[in-house]
Structure formats: structure tokens, C-alpha cells
């Protein structure tokens, strides 16, 4: 199986972050620098989500939190993927609201869901 544990990121890196000041990325892929799922399942959401028109990074500045960590076991086939989500693409930051963006984002991370479901990790476990 893969689990998906999506988050949302400050659009610019805080003072106290790996990334202080820095416009950050559209979704950042944290796979717990590859030990919570297979490569695979990695480049596979990377190159959805590119498709899908977002710029995406791996793991900086987040690699995956606790339920990344902690249920991401592809040697028993599950398999964990944190994304995390600029708040940019769907709120005001500021004032901590909706955007204008959200409804799309929703519709694009739905076809971005119902793309990762037709993947199937155990091909990826004996590789290609």
C-alpha cells in the first residue's frame, strides 16, 4: 500500500528553518531520504505532480515527519510519502484565509491522488 500524509509549508522558509527567507517550491516530497518507500513510488509522485505543473523538491526541507518515519515500511510493502503543500497555491497567509487557488488545488490533487492509485508498489519492490 502507500500512504500519502500531506501537510501544508510556509511559502518562505522561516528564520529557524533549513531554508530561511527562501520562496520554496510548489510541494516538497519527504520520503525520509528513501528508507520509508521504495524510489519508485518517489519519482513516480515527482513526475505526476511535474505533470501536473508543479515545481517540486525531495526532502528539503522536510524528509517526512512521524507517520512518515514510523509506518513507512517497504520492506513489508508499505510504503509512506509525505508532500507538502505551499500554502501560497491556496490561502493568504497573512490573513490566514482561503485563496483563489484552492478549488483548483483540490481538483488537481484529486487527479494527482487517483494517479498515484493506479500505481502499483510491488512492481517496484523487484525493480523495473
Do not use: W
Amino acid at each position: 500500500c502507500v500512504l500519502i500524509d500531506c501537510h501544508s509549508m510556509p511559502s518562505i522558509g522561516g528564520p529557524m528553518d533549513q531554508d530561511p527567507g527562501l520562496r520554496r517550491v510548489d510541494m516538497v516530497l519527504g520520503d525520509a531520504h528513501g528508507t520509508s518507500c521504495a524510489p519508485a513510488v518517489t519519482e513516480t509522485a515527482e513526475r505526476i505532480l511535474t505533470s501536473l505543473g508543479f515545481a517540486v523538491a525531495r526532502n528539503l526541507p522536510y524528509a517526512g515527519g512521524y507517520t512518515t518515519r514510523h509506518y513507512g515500511q517497504p520492506h513489508e510493502g508499505v510504503h509512506a510519502l509525505q508532500v507538502e503543500i505551499n500554502r501560497a497555491l491556496y490561502m493568504d497567509e497573512r490573513a490566514v484565509a482561503r485563496g483563489p487557488g484552492l478549488p483548483a488545488l483540490a481538483e488537481t490533487l484529486a487527479r494527482f491522488v487517483e494517479r498515484m492509485v493506479r500505481f502499483d508498489p510491488k512492481s517496484a519492490e523487484n525493480g523495473p
